[in-house]
Structure formats: structure tokens, C-alpha cells
């Protein structure tokens, strides 16, 4: 197990059982996105250009989606398991906004 700085044990993330797919996903986004700026130097069509941008914010969506399903599986329900009552319901409500406000980003 990794440690910090500190010689604390690294946290556990949600996505840490899939973080391996999840670099491979982001991998290929970022290759899509070389090929789109070879487009744009290469002087391609706009359309085609825009279709292969269309690609890529789907592409982010889907890592976008499955890492807030990840938090809410994890995080969320890690935070229910807390326990001290008084501190599992901070917890929650903390875990809660985090997602809330992290489907706000996505859906602006």
C-alpha cells in the first residue's frame, strides 16, 4: 500500500479498482484530442472537426459518469458506514453536496 508524505496510508478512491481502465480511457481521449489538433493544422473540414470534438466530450462524459457512480458507491456509502452517529450524518451530507455539486459542473 502507498503512503503519504506523512507515512499516512495513500486514501482508497472509488475508482482505485478500475483506476487502471480509467487511465486507459484517458489515454485514448488524450490521443483523440492530438488528432484533433492535427486536424485543425492540417486545415481539415470544420464538420469533420467537430464531429471528432463531439467524440471526445462523449468520451469525457462516460469517464465523467462512471468515476461520480464510483464516488456515490464508495464515498457515500462509505460515509453510512461511519460509526459515530453524529459524525456519519456530516459525513453524508458532505459526500452528497460533493456529488451534487460535481453534477452541477458536468451539466453546465
Known amino acids: ?3 503519504t508524505a506523512e507515512g499516512q496510508p495513500a486514501p482508497v ?3 482505485t ?18 488528432g484533433i489538433a492535427r486536424m485543425v493544422e492540417d486545415d481539415k473540414y470544420c464538420i469533420d472537426i467537430l464531429t471528432q470534438v463531439s467524440a471526445v ?6 469517464v465523467s459518469l462512471g468515476l461520480l457512480e464510483e464516488h456515490i458507491g464508495h464515498c457515500v456509502v ?8 453524529d459524525r456519519r ?17 458536468l451539466l453546465r
Open 57 to 62: 466530450t462523449k468520451a469525457l462524459h462516460a
Open 1 to 3: 500500500m502507498e503512503s
Open 89 to 105: 450524518s456530516e459525513e453524508i451530507d458532505l459526500k452528497v453536496k460533493e456529488a451534487a455539486d460535481a453534477i452541477g459542473r
Open 13 to 15: 478512491h472509488g475508482y
Open 17 to 34: 479498482s478500475n483506476k487502471s481502465a480509467y487511465l486507459l480511457r484517458l489515454k485514448r481521449i488524450e490521443g483523440q484530442v492530438r
Open 78 to 85: 462509505g460515509a453510512a458506514s461511519e460509526p459515530d452517529p
